[in-house]
């Protein structure tokens, strides 16, 4: 696989863009889930951007300069270890296939990081993460950084943070990046549309979360990227809805919103599709307004447009339909000033998308002295989500045909040259198109 030529690559960029002093990247711990069992590990996502390395216990330097050179501290190898836990690589091997210039196993790290590390404090930086500085060690593996330094006293000030850097990389993606990324979209687009063509009255949420996940699992992505929301009715109307064991009922919307997880990449898909198949006229008619509210939002992402442009423009399309609909009650100009819309669509647009499903990258442009800060502008590479969604409580004071009614509709969005492709455009959003599938599936 070439992508440990481009994990390679990403180390040299790192230490070409710092110029000099060392970065310092840790992996993340295991965490226990009870007795002797452990969550299945997953890297930090910074760690797996610049390694591809899959093993805990183990930490990065990358020595910018002249000379730049990447070194890999891992466990040693350990047949007795493997035989319960299965292959571990060993500094040889890992240097061998992940292309690092030198590794060393995690028991030496005492004796060797202190003359990797000479010289560099007081004159030169150590740039790290926010949760491996000296003063925020979260990791065991680099609680001795300050030591290594030889200082007595920690210099806060020579500890430079790395994630702007990085989060300036991983929010463009390469051609390799986003082709994992478009097959982590088509096999969650083929999630929903499974999903779709099972879905019935009389069925458990987490029944159609079942398939979703053997779906992924199925077509090659072994994890979901965040945990399904598969909720029917009113459930939906909480954002965050992970229960999933409520029953299906006639006549009630059903919201998924589930991405997988593929080589590290979230894909992240919301529908939103009647139980029975046919959507009624309430329904219908708040489904039309987000669903146009999405598409005007995905036209406004183009390079050059600001991150909220999509979000204006989605907030312009629920309040005039919520308006037309008698929802909404005020005037255009007194929703969008008193911000009265909020009460149905109260999260924002969009997010980065990448290895974390709400990926690293910054918002905001950094404001030049006495500017105010603004929304940073699309570049081309960059990938995010598009999703604008309107939530109606039970008994909220609208009329009572639009109570209990959440719909969502999430796509995954890459910044082209010239304006966007929607990465998980397989999955149906057209009320026909949906009225088409659903239920369509003998089991
Ligand atoms: N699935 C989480 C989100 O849509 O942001
Ligand atoms: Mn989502
Ligand atoms: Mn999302």
């Known amino acids: 696989m070439d992508t440990y030529i481009e994990f390679q690559k990403r180390r040299k960029k790192l230490a070409d863009t710092l110029g000099e002093g060392i970065a310092v990247i840790s992996n993340s711990d295991e965490s226990s889930r009870n007795r002797d069992c452990n969550y299945p590990f997953r890297s930090d996502s910074y760690f797996h951007y610049l390694s591809g390395f899959p093993e805990p216990e183990a930490v990065i330097f990358i020595v910018a300069g002249d000379q730049p050179r990447a070194i890999l501290f891992c466990k040693p190898k350990d047949t007795s270890k493997e035989i319960w836990n299965g ?27 202190p003359k990797i ?6 004159n030169k930086s150590i740039y790290c993460l926010p949760s491996t500085t000296p003063s925020n060690c979260a990791i065991k593996s680099i609680a001795n950084l300050q030591n290594w330094t030889g200082q007595k006293k920690v210099v806060e000030d020579k500890y430079v943070d790395l994630s702007k850097v990085l989060d300036g990389m991983r929010c463009l993606k390469s051609q390799g990046e986003v082709n994992i990324m478009q097959k982590s979209a088509n096999i969650a687009a083929q999630a929903h549309i499974y999903a779709m063509g099972i879905t019935k009255p009389g069925k458990f949420e987490y029944q159609i979360e079942g398939e979703i996940l053997n779906q ?11 945990s399904s929301i598969v909720a029917g009715g009113h459930n939906a109307c909480t954002l965050h809805y992970v229960s999933n064991n409520s029953l299906l009922k006639d006549g ?6 589930a991405g997988c997880e593929l080589e590290g990449y979230a894909s992240d898909i919301t529908r939103t599709y009647p139980i029975n198949g046919k959507f009624t006229s309430p329904q219908k008619d708040i489904y039309q307004i987000v669903l146009s509210a999405q598409k005007k939002a995905i036209s406004k992402v183009t390079p050059g447009n600001y991150f909220d442009d999509p979000h204006k423009a989605a907030i312009e399309e629920i309040i005039n339909g919520l308006i037309d609909l008698k929802i909404l009650k005020a005037s255009h100009d007194e929703v969008f000033e008193k911000e009265l819309y909020k009460e149905f669509f109260m999260h924002r647009t969009s997010h980065w998308l990448g290895l974390d499903v709400h990926d690293t990258g910054k918002y905001f442009d950094n404001p030049l002295d006495g500017e105010a800060s603004r929304p940073i502008k699309f570049k081309d590479s960059n990938v995010l989500t598009v999703e604008p969604g309107c939530y109606i409580k039970p008994n909220s004071n609208v009329p009572e045909e639009f109570w209990g009614i959440g719909i969502r509709i999430e796509d995954d969005v890459l910044v082209t040259s010239s304006g966007n492709k929607v990465l998980s455009s397989n999955a149906p959003k057209e009320v026909e198109d949906l009225e088409d599938v659903i239920g369509s599936l003998n089991e």
């Open 87 to 113: 292959y571990i690589y060993g500094p040889e091997e890992a240097a061998k296939q992940f292309l690092f210039d030198e590794a060393y196993s995690l028991e030496e790290i005492n004796k060797i990081a």
């Open 117 to 122: 590390l000479k010289g560099y404090i007081p």
């Open 216 to 226: 992924f699992m199925k077509n090659g992505a072994r994890y979901p990227a965040y």
């Open 252 to 257: 009630d919307l059903l919201l998924i919103d």
